[in-house]
């Protein structure tokens, strides 16, 4: 039996090694490929060593184009990322709120068109934001991108309720008793109860935030006001020679931040999520 249990053990690990070195390998060829000549990337693509090790391409990447450099592409990044993940989880927690421990007429059926927003795709939604953000002459801003977080986000109004929903309402109560009022029960209670699904929340609105693409090519049309994504883009040129090294050494850069957040925050996303479906 004991050959059998270190067998078992054995192939457990072979297996997470495998996984390992496959959902690894695309990060590992982005970096390769960043060292290599921009010529030579494709034709060495089957290759993790570069034949020579250009480093010039992170600063020739860094350099950006018409004249606004990569700094810029992160500070804009930085806001538009910063203002919308603040928005979305600080409305998301009210609304959580709201659902979870206030009684208001309708709140079943307004519960249940929060849910339906879940399921429709953005593309069903993106020309009316279009229309009604053009309306407000917000185009070529990042009103767009900010200001919609500001209303909650149901994924993380669901996941925020179900974590509420785990505190015993007894502690309502016993601060009531105490000469609390509701915005003090919401301030002094929950929240700091609450605060790993916040940051969960937080994590996920970072991620897809910065990895957000579609939202800046829609609103923003000045250079200078372009987010990291969508500044990438901008390397490939179909009508010219496209510098693929600056271009990969860039998306190595961009993916910095995102694995510095993973890495000190990673413990908060397992809180969150596991404790968050705990009770129904």
Request: with cysteine.
């Amino acid at each position: 039996m004991k050959n059998v249990h270190r067998l078992s053990v054995s192939a457990r690990h072979v297996i997470a090694v495998v996984l390992t070195i496959v959902m690894l390998y695309p990060i590992v060829w982005l970096i390769s490929s960043s060292l290599k000549e921009s010529s030579q990337v494709f034709v060495q693509a089957n290759s993790l060593i570069p034949q020579g090790w250009h480093f010039e391409n992170y600063a020739i990447g860094w350099k950006g184009f018409g004249g606004v450099t990569f700094t810029t592409f992160y500070r804009n990044t930085l806001f538009v990322v910063i203002l919308a993940t603040v928005g979305s989880v600080i409305s998301s927690t009210i609304v959580a709120y709201g659902f979870a421990r206030v009684r208001f007429r309708g709140k079943k059926l307004w519960f249940i068109c929060m849910l339906l927003t879940l399921m429709l795709p953005g593309e069903i939604t993106m020309v009316p934001q279009y229309i009604m953000f053009n309306w407000f002459g917000w185009i070529n801003t990042y009103w767009p991108l900010i200001f919609p977080t500001f209303f909650g986000t149901p994924f993380f109004i669901f996941l925020i309720m179900q974590f509420i929903r785990t505190i015993p309402y007894e502690l309502d109560e016993a601060a009531t008793i105490d000469g609390c009022n509701r915005f003090m029960v919401f301030y002094r209670i929950i929240i700091p109860l609450v605060m790993p699904a916040m940051m969960t929340s937080a994590i996920f609105s970072f991620y897809w935030r910065w990895d957000d693409f579609m939202g800046p090519l829609i609103y923003l049309s000045s250079p200078s006001k372009y987010t990291v994504s969508l500044a990438l883009k901008m390397f490939a040129d179909p009508e010219a020679v496209s510098n693929w090294g600056a271009m990969f050494a860039m998306m190595v850069v961009s993916l910095i931040p995102v694995m510095l957040v993973f890495f000190f925050f990673q413990k908060y996303i397992v809180e969150g999520i596991s404790t968050s479906g705990l009770k129904g």
